[in-house]
Every structure is written in structure tokens, then in C-alpha cells.
Nanobody, 122 residues
Framework: QLQLMESGGGLVRNGGSLRLSCTAS????????LAWFRQAPGQEREGVSC????????YYAESVMGRFTISRDNANNAVYLQMNSLKPADTAVYYC???????????????WGQGTQVTVSS
């Protein structure tokens, strides 16, 4: 069993920055892709960014491209999301996910963290 623990969420002003971190522990051979999803109240869970371990291929949602950067530290089983130029529309609970299939759909991930709240004030 794999456990994911996120940290780094919080309250920030419009235009500010935050860095989310996620550390995996347990059965760390059970995934290749790591990703960040987010879910705002009343909305579906949305793929924000993902990175594949085998070749470091990355994906970004169009809404965050150029503002967010995903990175991973394989030695420490960690993934990070640097979020710059934050907007109120980025307000959501952000979830870390791990899986073998990967991609930008939640169905590609078997393991999920508890989520961390990101709130961007206008």
C-alpha cells in the first residue's frame, strides 16, 4: 500500500506563489506517474499537471501552463508543484496522486493524498 502526504497549501494574494509538496511512502514500486489534481466546490476533479517517472514527460492543464511547474525527486519519492502568478480561479483543494497509467484523468491513478487547501484572495 502506498501513502501520499501533501503539504504547502495556504492563503495567498492574487499574483502570489505557493509550492506544494507530496511525499510517497510504502509500496513505492506501485507507480510511475505522479500528478496534481484540484477540485473546487461544486466542480469535478481536474487534472492540473503530471509527470511520468520513466521519461520525465510532463503535462499541464491549459489553465496553468506557464504559471505552474511540476518536478519530482525520485530518490525521495517526492513530487512538487511550484505555483506562480496565482489567481482566485486557482482556489481549490489540491490532491497528489500516484499511479501506473498516469495521464490527466483521475482514472489513471490508484493512490491519492488527503488534499491541501489553496485559497487565492482577490
Amino acid at each position: 500500500q502506498l501513502q501520499l502526504m501533501e503539504s504547502g497549501g495556504g492563503l495567498v494574494r492574487n499574483g502570489g506563489s505557493l509550492r506544494l509538496s507530496c511525499t510517497a511512502s510504502g509500496s513505492t514500486l506501485d507507480f510511475d506517474s505522479l500528478a496534481w489534481f484540484r477540485q473546487a466546490p461544486g466542480q469535478e476533479r481536474e487534472g492540473v499537471s503530471c509527470i511520468r517517472g520513466s521519461d520525465n514527460t510532463t503535462y499541464y492543464a491549459e489553465s496553468v501552463m506557464g504559471r505552474f511547474t511540476i518536478s519530482r525527486d525520485n530518490a525521495n519519492n517526492a513530487v512538487y508543484l511550484q505555483m506562480n502568478s496565482l489567481k482566485p480561479a486557482d482556489t481549490a483543494v489540491y490532491y497528489c496522486a500516484a499511479g501506473l497509467v498516469g495521464g490527466n484523468s483521475p482514472s489513471g491513478y490508484s493512490y491519492w493524498g488527503q488534499g491541501t487547501q489553496v485559497t487565492v484572495s482577490s
